[in-house]
C-alpha cells in the first residue's frame, strides 16, 4: 500500500472515530471477538506461488502422486481466506435501527497446499498463506429489540497491512538432496466487501453478548514479491550448498506489471534485474462464524 492510500484509510478512520467521540455516549459501543472463516467460492490456486517455488514438473492448483505403477491427478481449489481472526471495533447508533461501525481485524490465515508432486524419487510441496490486518468501516442495521435483537452489517474490507506467503520444499530421493524456498508477496491497495447477519442478546445493562454469520469477497493484487530464503542441503553431509546469496537477482526479486515479457528470457538476459511478471489476484474470499461481546459506553 502507498503512501497516498494509507493517507486515505487514516484519515477516514479519524474522521469517523472523531465522530463517535463526539456523540451521545449512551449511543456508543465498543465490540471485541473473534471468529473463523471457511473457504467459499473456491477457484484455483494459479496465483498463490508467483515466485515458481514449485517443481518444474507441476503446476499450482494440481496435485500429483505416482507410485511407478500408476498416477493420480488431483485439482486443488479453495481460497487463502480460511483462518482465524480477532478483532476490535467502534460504533455509535444514530438511533435504535441505524449506525455506523469501525472494526480492525487481524487474520491468520491458514496454511494451504497448493501443489505437489510426490513419486518414488521425489517429493515436492507449495503451502501459501495470507497474514495482515484490515480495517472495515461499515453500516449496521438493526430491528432495535430489547432481548434478542437481530442485526446486519454492510461495510467494506480495506487490508492495511499485511503480506502473502508461500512455501516450497523440494526432496530429490535420488540424489539425496533437499531444497527448501520461503517468498513474500505484497499486495496492492485492495478493496473487498463484507456482509454480516447477526444478533445479539444483553446480558446486563452494559453488555452484550453476540454470534454472527459473515460473509467476505476480498481479492488481493499482487504488487511486487521476493524470495525470503532459500537453501539446497546434501542429505548426505548435511551440508548446505547453496543459499539465497547463489541466486541472481532476477531468481529472487519480481514485480507485477500487465504487460510482461517472457520471465525465463529476461532471468537469461537480464539476471540482475527483477524479474516482471503479470498481474494476477489472489482468492482470499471466506464464509464464516464470529461470536463476541459489545460493551455500551
Known sequence: MNLKNLFTCALLSVLMLTGISNANAQDVYVRVGGGYTFKSGSSPYNNTDPLGLLNSDIEPSIGLSSNGMETNIESLNGTLGVGFKGFIAVG???????????????????????????????????????????????????????????????????????????????????????????????????????????????????????????????????????????????????????????????????????????????IENEPNTPTVLPTQKVNASGFGFNAGIIFNL
Request: glycine share 8%; aromatic share 10%; hydrophobic share 35%.
Open 92 to 266: 455509535y447508533m444514530f438511533n435504535d435501527n441505524i449506525g455506523v461501525d469501525f472494526g480492525i481485524n487481524y487474520f491468520h490465515g491458514e496454511k494451504t497446499e497448493t501443489g505437489y508432486f510426490q513419486t518414488p524419487l521425489e517429493d515436492s510441496r507449495t503451502h501459501s498463506y495470507v497474514r495482515g490486518v484490515d480495517i472495515v468501516p461499515a453500516l449496521v442495521l438493526s430491528l432495535g429489540k430489547e432481548g434478542l435483537n437481530p442485526y446486519s452489517r454492510l461495510g467494506l474490507i480495506i487490508p492495511v497491512a499485511g503480506k502473502m506467503k508461500a512455501e516450497g520444499t523440494n526432496l530429490d530421493i535420488d540424489d539425496q538432496r533437499l531444497t527448501e524456498l520461503e517468498g513474500e508477496i505484497n499486495p496492492q491497495f485492495s478493496v473487498g466487501f463484507s456482509g454480516v447477519f447477526g444478533v445479539s442478546y444483553p446480558v446486563s445493562d452494559k453488555m452484550k453478548v453476540f454470534v454472527e454469520t459473515e460473509i467476505k469477497a476480498l481479492s488481493l493484487k499482487s504488487k511486487d514479491a521476493s524470495v525470503t530464503s532459500y537453501k539446497v542441503t546434501d542429505l548426505d553431509s548435511d551440508q548446505v550448498i547453496l543459499s539465497l546469496d547463489n541466486l541472481p537477482t532476477g531468481a529472487k526479486e519480481y514485480v507485477f506489471e500487465d504487460v510482461a515479457p517472457n520471465p525465463e528470457e529476461q
